[in-house]
């Protein structure tokens, strides 16, 4: 009979701790992973806009020059 008192208020006391234990860890990465991904996008916003501002602008058309191969064994 005890057996069947105490098993279940084991198995809940277990459940208990483990949810008292993985809960908040569960939150904390969770706000970690919302705080990285927030500022990740504001990161990448950022470099794309410094990006397109180092990007050269050509208001005309672009000439292009081909090199002649040169050995390098001729002096």
């Known amino acids: 009979m005890s057996l069947l008192i105490g098993l279940p208020l084991k198995i809940f006391s277990l459940l208990f701790a483990l949810v008292r234990i993985v809960l908040p860890v569960l939150l904390i990465l969770f706000i970690v992973w919302l705080v990285r991904r927030l500022r990740g996008q ?5 470099a794309g806009q410094a990006r397109q501002a180092q990007e050269p602008t050509f208001k005309g058309p ?9 050995d390098e064994d001729k002096p």
């Open 42 to 46: 504001g990161v990448q916003n950022g």
């Open 62 to 70: 672009v000439y292009t020059v081909d090199y002649e191969e040169v």
